[in-house]
């Protein structure tokens, strides 16, 4: 993961600034079948509004200069019956309505398509779970054919590039909504439920998402990464993902990790290969390999760490995490075995 | 009225004047440190020193982990070891834990010139 690990500060920073020039979170800017054929719906419904406008603009101007005109030249300024009929005919109910039908037919069009889409996936598309939390992605990777091989992470959600993947999203507390942009439209997580989409990121790269559903009090700050890796990549990533952590040998390492058992962190977070199994709270198994941390809210880096675990309350009032009394030194060994983890 | 403005402007000059005397003046200390003020709130968001400190000027910088940095150019000690002077300062934002073991801020990584740059901007904290 080392080109991606190089490109996480400069990237983070372009993101962080929230910049459309370059496209992040851009629904016009689409990266994927899905996204495509909703912008191609907007651009059209956009320029048949402006002709609308466009129009009647110049009805109103032209009706302006006329009673001007005629007001000028002491006429009365009232249409013909015949004619004020023929207004309202065409100009009030048949334009207006095949203009309405065209835009039905072309939301169905659209509809359809994404449905198409969804069913061209095959039988067997990869299958991810999210699960929203308030206020993080609890992401499951299903493998229905080797179930030994699913495995569960947070936040950064990985897949293949130019291949559909299928995301059943289901909701562990209260109504949240899956968003990227960039890939596809917002679909609720609703709790009780499984919502279906699928979804492509025809090209690699990263793309920003966020929830779109308000579901409390750091809705603002649970925001995802969708990491696209060409397939061969991807296939290491997961390889990866599922070797569980051998006890560390450096001593430093292994004190930082009884810091993280001694603590209470075990109870809420999992660690693969550890005893820490926690299911409530992100996966932080491969947590140095990441781009960000507390779902995209700060960037991985050891500044950023350390700040969040000794106050989580500082940077995301309202999360489930509490602050920890830890020493200065504990603080700094936990840090670095949690950046150990990679 | 055109005498109070005259009056004003050689009151603002010669308040200026006497800044530039001052051998602890910010201009003079930013040139000692040898950073450039503008490139540090985006260093301190992306090296995480907003999710310790409260840095007035960097938004996002509301943290209460480590002191506030207000005021930091008036202070005379840094974490209460070393005298506040440009050196010692970017000598502690590289590297804490050679100033003071065991504390809690950490090693980050920071780059000399990135290190001026932040020193330069607690700089005009006054």
Known sequence: ?342 | MLHAAVLAAIACAAAGCEGDLDPRSPAHVRSAAGGHARNAPKLMREYGCISCHTIPGVRGAHALVGPSLAGFASRQYIAGRVANEPDALVRWIMHPQSVKPGTAMPEMGVTGQHARDMAAYLYTLE
């Not at chain 1, 200069?65 to 249409?79: F, M, T, V």
């Not at chain 1, 080797?146 to 993947?165: I, K, M």
């Not at chain 1, 993280?260 to 299911?279: D, K, L, Q």
């Open chain 1, 1 to 342: 993961m080392q080109p991606l690990r190089a490109l996480a500060l400069p990237l983070l920073a372009v993101l962080a600034t929230g910049c459309t020039a370059t496209g992040s979170q851009d629904v016009l800017a689409p990266a994927g079948p899905q996204a495509a054929g909703i912008a191609r719906w907007f651009w059209i419904s956009f320029w048949l509004a402006v002709a609308v406008f466009v129009v009647f603009s110049a009805l109103l101007a032209v009706g302006l200069r006329r009673a001007h005109g005629r007001a000028r030249r002491g006429e009365a300024n009232e249409l013909s019956d015949r004619a004020a009929t023929r207004l309202v005919a065409w100009g009030g109910l048949v334009i207006p309505a095949v203009i309405l039908l065209v835009l039905l037919v072309l939301s169905g069009v659209t509809d359809r398509g994404i449905s198409a889409l969804g069913r061209g996936a095959g039988a067997d598309p990869l299958t991810i779970r999210v699960t929203g939390h308030q206020f993080w992605w609890e992401l499951e990777y299903l493998d229905p054919r080797n179930p030994h091989r699913t495995f569960t992470t947070a936040n950064e959600l990985h897949v293949p590039a130019g291949r559909p993947v299928r995301l059943l999203l289901e909701s562990a507390d209260v109504v949240h909504s899956f968003w990227v942009p960039n890939l596809h439209g917002k679909t609720d997580l609703v709790p009780g439920r499984t919502n279906d989409i699928v979804l492509q990121a025809d090209t690699a790269g990263i793309y920003r998402g966020q929830c779109a559903e308000f579901c409390g009090v750091q809705h603002a700050k649970m925001a995802m990464l969708l990491v696209a890796h060409p397939e061969r990549d991807f296939a290491a990533w997961w390889e990866r993902q599922l070797r569980p952590h051998a006890p560390p040998a450096d001593p430093a390492l292994q004190r930082g990790q009884q810091v993280f058992m001694g603590n209470g962190c075990a109870v809420c977070h999992s660690i693969r290969g550890t005893e820490a199994r926690g299911r409530v709270a992100p996966d932080l198994t491969y947590l140095g390999d990441r781009l960000t941390l507390a779902a995209g809210t700060l960037g991985n880096t050891r500044g950023h760490l350390m700040g969040w675990i000794a106050n989580p309350q500082g940077i995301k009032p309202g999360t489930r995490m509490p602050a920890v009394p830890l020493g200065g030194q504990e603080l700094q060994l936990l840090a670095d075995y949690l950046h150990s983890l990679r």
